[in-house]
């Protein structure tokens, strides 16, 4: 069997690009316009719509039609897909000035990017989304290491949840991460099939960005860190 491609695009200066605000602006459909008009930080505002514009352009490349005139609507979730080429999968993060955008065939992937924060509340979040074989394997690493820890395994879980389309109502402690290695699920939902049919890359980002792909195949991953 073929591995399906992953095309993984990547910027860690969005803001850099506000001197093309009004280009990226007219890319955009009227609900996301609206939406943009509903932010009321102007910094929030611009990230939106460079990174609603960026996604746009690029997969207007994918299907040869015009950026502003593709049809991206949402499923039941929320997921967004184009209307009329429902057979190209993509799936967009984003993090203070960090961009990722996967983009695949046929398949069912997410991508998820974290800046990394420190926390007070770390032993709460295990408790609530992580597994008992996850917290066990974190509990027992020292304490310097725990922080990073928790997002190797966090930006694997909402990758997950953001490829089923169902996004954290799944239950992120109901996608169960392997630590031996971070490429595997020891389990996922019923109702997701079989958790060896889903697949974990791991992004390699600057300092302190955690990122990973999920997909329902095996990936051929390919990185491309966007330019201006």
């Not at 280009?23 to 939406?35: I, R, T, V």
């Not at 505002?45 to 990174?51: A, D, F, N, W």
């Not at 695949?104 to 991508?111: A, F, K, P, T």
Request: charged fraction near 20%; hydrophobic fraction near 45%; proline fraction near 3%.
């Amino acid at each position: 069997m073929t591995d399906t491609t992953i095309d993984v695009f990547f910027t860690d200066t969005v803001l850099s690009r506000t001197p093309q605000l009004a280009d990226y602006f007219a890319l955009l459909d009227k609900d996301e316009q609206q939406m943009a008009s509903r932010f009321k930080f102007d910094e929030l505002k611009q990230r939106y719509i460079i990174c609603h514009g960026i996604l746009r352009e690029l997969l207007a490349t994918y299907v040869a039609e015009p950026a502003a005139q593709l049809r991206i609507v949402q499923a039941q979730y929320g997921k967004p897909y184009l209307a009329d080429f429902p057979e190209l999968s993509f799936n967009m993060s984003h993090t203070g000035d960090c961009l990722a955008i996967a983009i695949g065939q046929q398949c069912r992937l997410g991508v998820d990017i974290e800046c990394y924060k420190v926390r007070n509340t770390w032993d709460g979040l295990v408790k609530k989304c992580f597994a008992q074989q996850e917290a066990d394997y974190w509990y027992a690493l020292d304490t310097s290491v725990r922080g990073h820890a928790f997002y190797q395994f966090w930006v694997k879980k909402e990758a997950f949840v953001k490829a089923v389309g169902q996004g954290i109502t799944l239950g992120l402690n109901q996608c169960v991460v392997n630590p031996n290695g971070f490429k595997t699920f020891l389990s996922v939902p019923e109702h997701c099939f079989a958790a060896a049919q889903w697949h974990i890359e791991a992004l390699v980002l600057p300092d302190n960005i955690f990122g990973a792909v999920v997909c329902d195949s095996v990936m051929d991953l390919n990185f491309c860190t966007l330019s201006m």
